[in-house]
């Protein structure tokens, strides 16, 4: 075998990603042999020295995850204008030594709840969250006509992403920013939750949920919870509880991975090859 062509993820932690198995397995079903997906764990302080040194060690672009979505931002040589509309990074594409920065979750999204068939346009969301994820899953959103209402605990948060998003949108594009305390007014109007926040991730977050329990959940609503670690979240029992339809993140984990695939590559990989993969590596986690 000739030379391999590398990609990876940066993050920090890295240890549970399902990234690698899901890649991998793509790589083989297309019989990509030169092709290999590992793992960069990149603590904060050596972010800069690993992004600078990405293409003399082989690597042919790679993907970001918390805490650089952001932070990696002015290491890069470009960035497409859908990343800068969400002030993040997660895709890294190296071509003759220059790295140019994209973002896949913007995709990723709307792809899985359209596949569930939820239709976009015309709806009222509710975002949860006002970080990186939240970026995307406004940009996206609001693109494909839905009415985004953004809430964070810290409103000014919320605020520099409405400023964000702006910048990169349909003229016709609907978002407005909300205050926490306004959240039992708005729940009964909402056809889609979205959580874009931590709160019921694995490890460290999993008994935490974004909405308080004293405001019942919106029995016609739908939950996206972008948290894939459990499969079930404490938040969308919660929600199913109440009587709604809720999704995990899983695939926008997915449908994100199949669109930095396909950057890196130039091929389209088997979405459900990638599922199966990232749903043995979770079950093997387990």
């Known amino acids: 075998m000739g030379s391999i062509n590398k990609v990876g993820l940066i993050g920090w932690p890295a240890d549970y990603s399902l990234s690698p198995a899901m890649h991998n397995a793509a790589f083989a079903d297309l019989a990509l042999d030169d092709w290999q997906y590992d793992l960069i764990p990149v603590p904060a302080n050596e972010l800069k020295s690993v992004v600078s040194t990405l293409n003399e060690k082989g690597y042919v672009?790679?993907?970001?995850?918390?805490?650089h979505k952001q932070?990696?931002?002015?290491?890069?040589?470009?960035?497409?204008?859908?990343?800068?509309?969400?002030?993040?990074?997660?895709?890294?594409?190296?071509?003759?030594?220059?790295?140019q920065g994209h973002n896949t979750?913007?995709?990723?999204?709307?792809?899985d709840l359209e596949a569930n068939g939820i239709h976009l346009k015309d709806m009222k969301v509710?975002?949860?969250g006002a970080g990186g994820a939240a970026h995307a899953a406004a940009l996206s959103l609001g693109n494909a006509g839905a009415e985004v209402n953004v809430i964070n605990r810290h409103t000014q948060r919320a605020w520099d992403l409405f400023r964000d998003v702006k910048r990169n949108v349909k003229a016709n594009f609907k978002i407005s920013v909300q205050e926490?305390?306004?959240?039992p007014v708005l729940a009964p109007n909402m056809n889609l939750v979205v959580n874009c926040t931590p709160a019921g991730m694995y490890p460290t977050h999993i008994d935490m949920m974004p909405w308080p329990v004293a405001v019942p959940f919106p029995k016609d609503a739908v939950l996206y919870d972008m948290v894939y670690r459990p499969q079930v979240t404490k938040f969308m029992q919660y929600a199913m509880d109440a009587g709604a339809t809720a999704y995990g993140g899983l695939g926008m984990l997915?449908?994100?991975?199949a669109a930095a695939f396909q950057l890196w590559t130039g091929k389209e990989p088997n979405v459900e090859v990638m599922r199966q993969a990232a749903i043995d590596e979770l079950e093997k986690q387990e």
């Open 61 to 67: 672009g790679a993907n970001v995850t918390v805490p």
């Open 71 to 99: 932070t990696v931002i002015p290491l890069l040589d470009s960035v497409v204008m859908s990343a800068r509309g969400v002030n993040a990074v997660n895709t890294i594409v190296i071509e003759e030594g220059k790295l």
């Open 105 to 111: 979750d913007v995709y990723g999204i709307r792809a």
């Open 126 to 128: 509710l975002l949860l």
């Open 180 to 183: 926490m305390n306004a959240l």
């Open 254 to 257: 997915v449908h994100q991975g």
